[in-house]
């Protein structure tokens, strides 16, 4: 389990493409406290380690969570959201956030306020409409956030400024896609 509170932004050093099968390296500030087995949510996606070496550590990416996420999309150098599971002893600062990616969703428009926050709006998939309510949470990319509002087709989470600069959120552009889990509670 995890919070959806991105404990760092990680980068792609290698992606090996197997038969059906990613192997993805990624450099992370807390490689030397990993062992293999942790499990780390990756934009959102818990995915056991499986390898480490010097201050890389190693995913595998099946065929189906390739179909569920934007993992398959991940290119040399790209950050990626990373958080490590949920400790009994850890406080619950965002939402519970399972690392089962739901589906995936395209940034529809990108405003940004006046007070420097950012207003983001998102399709929204059909499978959501009765998941995804206005000041419910919902985690993108493995974010946790709070759905400020929800039209027809749209909706729409703000951006702080502190998570604009310490997650995937500064890179995102209309049309990127983000992982969706939506809120089980």
Known sequence: ??????????????????????????????????????????????????????????????????????????????????????????????????????????VVEIERMSDGSFSYTFELPEAGKPLVVEKGSIALDGVSLTVAAVEEKTFRVAIIPWTYQHTTFSRLRRGSRVNVEFDLL
């Open 1 to 106: 389990m995890f919070t959806g509170i991105v404990e760092a932004v990680g980068t792609v050093q290698a992606i090996e493409k197997g038969a059906g099968a990613y192997r993805i390296w990624i450099q992370a500030p807390f490689v030397g406290e990993l062992s293999v087995g942790a499990s780390i949510a990756h934009n959102g996606a818990c995915l056991s380690v499986v390898a480490i070496k010097h201050r890389f550590y190693c995913v595998e990416v099946v065929q189906e969570t390739l179909s569920r996420t934007n993992l398959g999309q991940l290119e040399l150098g790209d950050p990626v959201n990373l958080e490590r599971s949920l400790l009994p002893t850890s406080r619950l600062e965002g939402h519970i956030v399972q690392g089962h990616i739901d589906t995936t969703t395209a």
